[in-house]
Protein backbone atom coordinates (compact mmCIF):
# COMPACT_ATOMS: atom_id res chain seq x y z
CA UNK A 1 0.00 0.00 0.00
CA UNK A 2 1.52 3.41 -1.08
CA UNK A 3 1.97 6.12 1.73
CA UNK A 4 2.94 9.16 1.53
CA UNK A 5 3.42 11.25 5.40
CA UNK A 6 4.31 14.90 4.37
CA UNK A 7 6.27 17.20 7.25
CA UNK A 8 7.54 20.49 7.32
CA UNK A 9 4.67 23.10 7.08
CA UNK A 10 3.77 25.64 9.36
CA UNK A 11 3.57 29.84 10.43
CA UNK A 12 6.17 31.98 8.42
CA UNK A 13 6.19 35.23 7.42
CA UNK A 14 6.29 37.25 4.38
CA UNK A 15 9.72 36.26 2.58
CA UNK A 16 10.37 33.60 4.77
CA UNK A 17 11.47 29.95 3.98
CA UNK A 18 10.47 26.17 4.74
CA UNK A 19 11.33 22.97 3.46
CA UNK A 20 8.72 20.71 3.59
CA UNK A 21 9.46 16.60 3.77
CA UNK A 22 7.42 13.45 2.36
CA UNK A 23 8.46 9.98 3.50
CA UNK A 24 7.26 7.40 1.01
CA UNK A 25 6.87 3.82 1.91
CA UNK A 26 4.84 0.93 0.32
CA UNK A 27 6.40 0.79 -2.78
CA UNK A 28 10.22 1.04 -4.79
CA UNK A 29 10.35 4.90 -4.18
CA UNK A 30 13.36 5.27 -6.46
CA UNK A 31 11.75 4.42 -9.89
CA UNK A 32 8.68 7.03 -9.79
CA UNK A 33 8.52 10.40 -10.42
CA UNK A 34 7.16 12.41 -7.46
CA UNK A 35 5.19 15.68 -7.23
CA UNK A 36 3.81 18.41 -4.80
CA UNK A 37 0.50 20.00 -4.88
CA UNK A 38 -1.05 22.40 -2.84
CA UNK A 39 -4.57 23.54 -2.01
CA UNK A 40 -5.55 26.87 -1.01
CA UNK A 41 -8.67 27.40 1.11
CA UNK A 42 -11.61 27.46 -0.87
CA UNK A 43 -9.79 26.31 -4.21
CA UNK A 44 -8.91 23.16 -5.51
CA UNK A 45 -5.61 21.31 -6.03
CA UNK A 46 -3.07 23.09 -7.66
CA UNK A 47 0.22 21.52 -9.05
CA UNK A 48 3.06 22.81 -8.10
CA UNK A 49 6.47 20.67 -9.14
CA UNK A 50 7.42 17.14 -10.10
CA UNK A 51 10.42 15.55 -10.44
CA UNK A 52 11.68 12.56 -12.27
CA UNK A 53 12.88 9.02 -10.82
CA UNK A 54 16.23 9.92 -10.86
CA UNK A 55 15.89 13.53 -9.72
CA UNK A 56 17.55 15.00 -12.50
CA UNK A 57 14.51 16.66 -14.18
CA UNK A 58 12.75 19.33 -12.50
CA UNK A 59 9.62 21.07 -13.74
CA UNK A 60 7.50 23.98 -12.31
CA UNK A 61 4.73 26.09 -12.69
CA UNK A 62 5.09 29.59 -13.55
CA UNK A 63 4.10 30.73 -9.93
CA UNK A 64 6.84 29.40 -8.46
CA UNK A 65 9.39 31.91 -10.18
CA UNK A 66 12.39 30.36 -9.15
CA UNK A 67 11.36 30.35 -5.06
CA UNK A 68 10.76 26.65 -5.23
CA UNK A 69 13.61 23.93 -5.18
CA UNK A 70 11.73 19.75 -5.40
CA UNK A 71 14.49 17.33 -4.79
CA UNK A 72 14.37 13.50 -3.28
CA UNK A 73 16.98 11.49 -1.53
CA UNK A 74 16.00 7.82 -3.13
CA UNK A 75 18.45 6.41 -0.54
CA UNK A 76 15.89 7.87 2.65
CA UNK A 77 12.59 7.41 0.69
CA UNK A 78 11.97 10.85 0.44
CA UNK A 79 10.83 13.81 -1.26
CA UNK A 80 11.74 17.70 -0.25
CA UNK A 81 10.55 20.84 -1.52
CA UNK A 82 12.32 23.66 -0.49
CA UNK A 83 10.58 27.05 -0.18
CA UNK A 84 12.04 30.36 -0.06
CA UNK A 85 10.80 34.14 -0.40
CA UNK A 86 7.34 33.08 0.77
CA UNK A 87 4.07 34.82 -0.50
CA UNK A 88 0.61 35.20 1.05
CA UNK A 89 -0.71 33.83 -1.50
CA UNK A 90 1.53 30.37 -1.22
CA UNK A 91 -0.55 29.54 1.60
CA UNK A 92 -2.36 26.48 1.30
CA UNK A 93 -1.64 22.21 2.25
CA UNK A 94 0.77 20.84 0.41
CA UNK A 95 0.67 17.27 -0.70
CA UNK A 96 3.12 14.91 -1.99
CA UNK A 97 1.73 12.82 -5.22
CA UNK A 98 3.42 9.37 -6.27
CA UNK A 99 3.52 9.27 -10.09
CA UNK A 100 2.50 5.92 -12.21
CA UNK A 101 5.81 6.59 -13.98
CA UNK A 102 9.50 7.49 -13.82
CA UNK A 103 9.52 10.81 -15.55
CA UNK A 104 6.85 13.41 -16.14
CA UNK A 105 4.30 12.46 -18.20
CA UNK A 106 1.43 15.13 -16.78
CA UNK A 107 -0.19 16.05 -13.62
CA UNK A 108 -1.40 13.87 -10.92
CA UNK A 109 -2.97 14.17 -8.15
CA UNK A 110 -3.82 10.83 -6.63
CA UNK A 111 -2.46 9.10 -4.58
CA UNK A 112 -1.23 11.66 -2.05
CA UNK A 113 -0.69 12.08 1.51
CA UNK A 114 -2.63 13.95 3.82
CA UNK A 115 -0.81 17.08 3.25
CA UNK A 116 1.22 19.41 5.55
CA UNK A 117 -0.06 23.37 6.18
CA UNK A 118 1.87 25.93 5.24
CA UNK A 119 0.70 29.83 6.26
CA UNK A 120 2.52 32.69 5.21
CA UNK A 121 1.94 35.77 7.33
CA UNK A 122 2.07 39.37 5.59
Known amino acids: EVQLVESGGGLVQTGGSLRLSCLAS????????MSWVRQAPGEGLEWVSV????????TYADFVEGRFTISRDNAKNTLYLQMNSLKPEDTAVYFC???????????????RGQGTQVTVSS
Open 51 to 58: LNANGNRA
Open 97 to 111: VKLPYPYYTGNYYQP
Open 26 to 33: GFTFSTYA
